[in-house]
């Protein structure tokens, strides 16, 4: 076992960020343009048409986010590295600046006795690779372990704990299926073949970087238990779970995709998408998996028309319950190849109407954990809230942020005390930032950042998580 992985005894804490949202300084230093500097320019694809060129500008502003981590006592730093700002064009040469940077930010942090976490695909495709068809081009899953090989030869001696992607699910099937995030297409089927290509990016990245040393790479995936509202809604449910988790754990775990990942996606059956030997590489690529977490999907069937004998008029009267059509972070048509479903959330919801449920996540390290038998790190779970109380000193009093926090937490304790093997804990996010379609209207930092000067202020969650870390390691 790595011995650069947290220790298996005491739980690991640490606090999370990523490049597009915090960093800015978009047209700095060499970097190149992303598939979100693209899509947030198109009108209507960010809530208030925003974009991350500012976001936090932590570019600039490095010292303090940093003062702001080791603040807390954490023992991990997880941020991402901006693929555009390494190579600008996804390819070829190296742009120095972009690297000189994450060395100051690892510097940094290993100056103040903080662990970096680094994550080398967090959704910002350079846009060259994008206008040759993005992650559905195979040849994008070579180009990404080039640049992860390059990003180690240069960060490897400081950086110990690698993540390959982010949220694999979100890069495809929001990105190419419903289109709600960059590069904004809606593919269909065709959308399962980016799932397998970002897998294959993953295996082919991880094998360089286990040649190149590293013995802790890891992937970070959005798994969900999916609960079926009734028993005639298992069958869907399980198009939703293979989906959401199993193309991504056969392919880690067994080498494959099962038959009711199959069912739903065919093409993952084609000996020309899927070749000899793709499989076998991802097969046992990672050495520690990072789960997020936010939230449970509950599914049922699609409510169906009800005919009904009318008082007034003696004839039938259709009813028709409207569909929820999103549920918690996923949405339908995020699903192709599942037959007609439908989400159902329920009450209490966080700001970005997501369902709070912390017996989600403990369920979910355990199922995972028996599934892997992979060393877990909770890689990010948080809540957005309005975060319109306020305390004496104007600070922002986000007493329910704390609530889902503390529930969480207590969440994971429980899967450890029934044998999950998880390592470490890493709360999303640092600081209020640029939330991706939401812009820069969802809240999930524990400290506020005032969107006309960018004064950083912890809210009383701060304080809460430096209490609760410190507790954790005594």
Known sequence: MS???PDRIRLSWGVASASYQVEGATGEDGRGVSIWDTFAARPGAVVDGSDGAVACDSYHRLDEDIALVAGLGVDHYRFSIAWPRVQPTGSGPVEPRGLAYYERLVDALLERDVNPMATLYHWDLPQQLEDADGWLNRDTAERFADYAALVHERLGDRVRLWATHNEPWCAAYVGYGSGRHAPGRQ????????????LLGHGLAAARLHEAGADAVGIVLNLTPVWPDRPEAAE???GVDAIRNRVWLGPLVDGAYDEGTLRVAPVLADPTVVREGDLDLVRGSADWLGVNYYTPARVDLPVEEVSAGSTTSGGSTTLVEPAETTGGDAGVEEFPGVAPFRFTPRAPLTDIG?????????????TTHQRTGL???VTENGAAYPDTARTGDRA????????????HIAAVERAREQGADVRGYVLWTLMDNFEWAEGYTKYFGIVHVDRDTLARTPKASYHWYAERVRAGQA
């Open 236 to 238: 869907v449910a399980d």
């Open 375 to 377: 060393p877990l790190v």
């Open 3 to 5: 011995s650069h992985l």
């Open 396 to 407: 922002v009093d986000d007493q329910d942020r704390i609530g889902y926090l503390s529930d």
């Open 187 to 198: 593919e269909g089927g065709r959308t399962h073949v980016t799932a397998h290509h970002l």
């Open 354 to 366: 997501w369902e709070v449920e912390p017996r989600g996540l403990e369920e979910l390290l355990v």
